[in-house]
């Protein structure tokens, strides 16, 4: 029994292998073939590069139209960052508000929130966009920041509540007791606690925004604006000849700063889901 035991869990630990070496490769072939020349990127089948050359991360780097990719990647982590900031801040605090406070309608309220969650984004995409050209936001970054300070994303809100329901009420009795006000609460107690579900939201939140393309194409023309995102797309001409190894080069560079937050607070992140889910 105990060899059938190991024998078994030998050959559920290959499968699993093999898959996670099937779900890898796309990304192995993506950065293997921008160190390889153009001519090769697609006669040469192997992982490693027959001819190794630089200059795909060289040309790419220099971007279009005298903007170079510096240029993108600083768009890219502007707006990264401040939605970080914005739904850090403004979802921790609506979520402290219907997981603690009692106000008219709450009920109606947090339903309503949830209802937003089950819209497609493409449904309330022409009325947005409507607005922001009334306000003249168009080729800005307002759109995709200003709403991230409004607890826009209901999906952090609820993450947040949930956590926060999980807290005894008592902390916040004897937080009273001692004299402190709701805002001191929520500074003092809450806060401090809700950091595994604060950090999650921020791992989310930046690899959501580093990683749109949708929005940042419906709002952004000038190239001065662009992300990396639209960069790369940029790199793409369907009706001409691409520069596929400057484009694959660039999308190597793109992945190295979510990467390298993910390998950062991976911790963090996965005490978060899992003590949001335990809650």
């Not at 947040?160 to 902390?171: N, S």
């Not at 791992?203 to 952004?220: A, C, E, G, K, P």
């Not at 190894?245 to 950062?264: E, K, Q, V, W, Y």
Request: aromatic share 16%; glycine share 4%.
């Amino acid at each position: 029994m105990t060899m059938r035991n190991n024998l078994s869990r030998l050959a559920r630990h290959l499968i699993i292998i093999l898959i996670g070496i099937g779900m890898l490769y796309p990304v192995l072939w993506l950065v293997a073939s921008s160190f390889k020349p153009n001519t090769m990127i697609f006669t040469n089948t192997s992982l490693w590069p027959a001819v190794f050359t630089l200059d795909n991360y060289i040309n790419g780097w220099r971007g279009l139209n005298d903007v170079s990719f510096s240029k993108f990647f600083m768009n890219s982590a502007l707006i990264s960052v401040m939605s970080v900031l914005g739904n850090v801040i403004t979802c921790s605090l609506a979520a402290f508000a219907l997981g603690r406070l009692e106000f008219r309608m709450k009920k109606v309220w947090f339903a309503l929130m949830l209802v937003t969650i089950m819209l497609p984004y493409h449904v309330t995409l022409v009325p947005q966009y409507m607005i922001y050209n009334e306000f003249q936001w168009i080729n800005t970054y307002f759109p995709l920041i200003l709403p991230k300070w409004l607890a826009h994303d209901s999906f952090f809100i609820l993450l947040m509540v949930q956590f926060i329901r999980g807290i005894p009420r008592e902390l916040d009795e004897s937080a009273r007791i001692d004299g402190c006000s709701q805002r001191q609460i929520y500074w003092r107690i809450i806060l401090p606690l809700l950091v595994p579900a604060l950090i999650t939201t921020a791992i989310f939140t930046f690899i959501w925004s580093w990683d749109d393309f949708f929005s940042q194409m419906i709002y952004l023309s000038d190239i001065r604006l662009f992300t990396v995102q639209l960069g790369i797309r940029s790199l793409f001409d369907p009706s001409g000849q691409s520069d596929w190894g400057a484009l694959l080069a660039m999308s190597t560079l793109s992945l190295l700063p979510i990467t390298a937050i993910f390998l950062l607070f991976q911790r963090y992140f996965l005490e978060g889901i899992a003590t949001t889910g335990l809650k």
